[in-house]
């Protein structure tokens, strides 16, 4: 009897064993998969990061350019309205002056 107590737990064992094998080997083509899954990912990533970075430096190089066109820009208009504070000082001065006043005064 013993020996067949011992068989069965044999048996029993062997069972047991298979199927911790196979669960083990299901757990291991999981981790595979995920793996490459993760490997996937990572390269998708860096690729994401290589393509923002390329557009980050086109915006960065294009607001440099902005810069130098608003800096020309405010140049030319400093320049116009110098020109137009001189016209305007010019007008001024001669209405200011007392003898064309008196001459519009007459023309009326």
Known sequence: MADDRADEIMR????VAERL????????EGHSFLVNKLEVVDQHIADVRRELHSEIQVLADGQ????DEIETF????A???SGLRSMIK?????IDHPSALSRTRFCL
């Open 12 to 15: 029993h064992f062997d069972v």
């Open 90 to 94: 010019f007008s001024y001065a001669k």
């Open 74 to 77: 405010r140049t030319e208009v």
């Open 64 to 67: 440099g350019v902005l810069r």
């Open 79 to 81: 320049g116009e309205f």
């Open 21 to 28: 094998e196979s669960q083990i080997s299901v757990v291991a």
